[in-house]
């Protein structure tokens, strides 16, 4: 099922800003090269933007890579 994460066995959350255009493909290079992490592994990993207002959760399933973006509402006063 599509955004499934409960088979998942970690949770990552990546430190620092992270810029929000980047695409499945730059997240993994992140992954990759930042972490020193695999990807494809049975985790989520979870971005923010400097904003921080704006997350993006990537993780893999058996048929390919999903990427969950959302903006949080933020309510002012």
């Known amino acids: ?10 949770i990552y959350i990546v430190c620092g ?8 493909d730059g997240l993994c290079a992140i992954i990759e090269d930042q ?14 933007g400097r904003r921080r207002d ?3 959760a990537l993780f893999r399933e058996a048929d390919g890579f999903v990427l969950i973006y959302k903006r949080l509402a ?4």
């Open 35 to 48: 972490l020193k992490m695999d990807p494809s592994s049975s985790a989520l990993f979870l971005f923010c």
């Open 17 to 24: 800003y992270t810029d929000m255009p980047k695409s499945i």
């Open 1 to 10: 099922m599509l955004g499934d994460i409960s088979g998942l066995e970690k």
């Open 74 to 77: 933020i309510h002012g006063g």
């Open 54 to 56: 704006r997350i993006k």
